[in-house]
């Protein structure tokens, strides 16, 4: 069931759109994440979606009701910056059980409340202490119980994470998809990380230049990219240009300097400029596969260890460099730079980049 429904908002700020037609449906209880490079428009319509940026031009509407000019206190959503912002001289349990309060909760209900949200966080046995008894996750666990200690209708995080150190990081991760999937109730966060934006995601919106790209699941935006931006975006990828496309029942077949590529066409949606791979993908052998597409030889130029993995820079005849992820334990091919190996991938790792 649609909960927010973004139609054609625009931003703008003298001669710069910040936000350009942005359409999109937000669903109730989804957890959808906005990414993008900085500038790219995404904090700017979570801004707009708390209620403290107003749109130039376009709709909010929340249920059927235009919320557009609607004041950020009446549209009960709950927000959690990327700063904790919690007050100093209070403890968890006063932190959290402030926005009660101030909305006039009786004593009763602040008490089941505030003890229910605390022991979600997984903060009770800290809620005692202050802020500054805290190691940086538990702050920010009692900033994500205070935001939702009120059910707010949709929980709004302009990164919440950055500050964390990565294991932290990963850790906090975990407990945002567990919170959220033991609230049920929306979020949507804003991220430039996109491995965060994969873990986390029912949905991803990527934006650029002020418009969202591409909206749909993680699976699809990231085997399945509608542009070349998306693609490159999110993650290692390596592209090969191509000409002489053609179609061959379910596959496209074209030619790239280093010899004939191939592709399914599930995702085939205009005139195709590339053919692309992402790195884990690619299969290396010492010996040539049966294999007369998607398969050619290239020297090691740099290999770096990754304990469970090895990412490898490959250069091919004609001098193009790829990028290869494979297995620690993969034993049966030399890894060392200068060696040659064969790269050969499956038509249906093949991503289409269409024009």
């Known amino acids: 069931m649609s909960q927010i429904t973004a139609n054609n908002i625009c931003k703008r700020y003298g001669d710069f759109d910040a936000l350009k037609n942005v359409n999109m449906e937000i669903t109730k209880g989804e957890f959808l994440t906005f990414l993008g490079p900085s500038g790219s428009g995404k904090t700017t319509l979570l801004m707009i979606l708390a209620g403290f940026t107003v749109p130039t031009s376009g ?14 206190e009446e549209r009960n959503f709950g927000m959690v910056f990327q700063g904790y912002a919690l007050f100093p001289h209070m403890t968890v349990w006063q932190n959290v059980d402030y926005p009660l309060r101030i909305r006039k909760v009786d004593a009763s209900t602040r008490k089941e409340r505030v003890g229910r949200i605390i ?12 802020p500054s008894q805290l190691s940086g996750g538990q702050q920010q666990r009692v900033a994500l119980a205070r935001s939702l200690v009120f059910q707010p209708d949709m929980l709004l995080l302009d990164e919440p994470l950055s500050a964390l150190d990565r294991n932290l990081r990963e850790q906090m991760q975990v407990e945002l998809k567990r919170v959220h999937e033991e609230t049920g109730t929306t979020f949507v966060f804003v991220t ?28 699809t935006i990231y085997n399945a990219p509608n542009s070349r ?12 240009p191509v000409s002489d496309t053609a179609l061959d029942g379910g596959v496209l077949r074209g030619r790239s300097v280093d010899g004939p590529l191939s592709a399914s066409t599930g995702n085939l949606s205009g005139p195709v400029s590339a053919i692309a791979v992402r790195p884990e993908n690619m299969t ?8 007369t597409e998607n398969c050619f030889k290239a020297k090691v130029m740099q290999s770096t260890y990754q304990g469970s993995h090895i990412d490898l820079t490959l250069a091919t005849a004609s001098g193009q460099a790829i990028e290869v992820s494979t297995h620690s334990s993969h034993t049966d ?6 060696s040659e190996l064969w790269v050969s991938w499956s038509p249906n790792d093949s991503i289409i980049i269409a024009d």
């Open 284 to 291: 290396l052998t010492s010996e040539k596969v049966d294999a």
């Open 229 to 240: 931006f998306i693609a490159e975006f999110l993650g290692k990828i390596n592209l090969f």
């Open 59 to 72: 709709q909010l509407i929340k249920e059927g009701v235009d919320i557009s000019a609607m004041p950020a």
């Open 192 to 219: 430039h990380d996109q491995g965060e934006a994969l873990a986390l995601s029912d949905n991803i919106a990527i934006f650029n230049k002020g418009q969202v790209m591409q909206l749909d699941t993680p699976d």
């Open 119 to 130: 022991e979600t966080v997984g903060l009770s046995e800290h809620a005692h202490k202050k």
């Open 333 to 338: 091919i030399d890894p060392a730079i200068g």
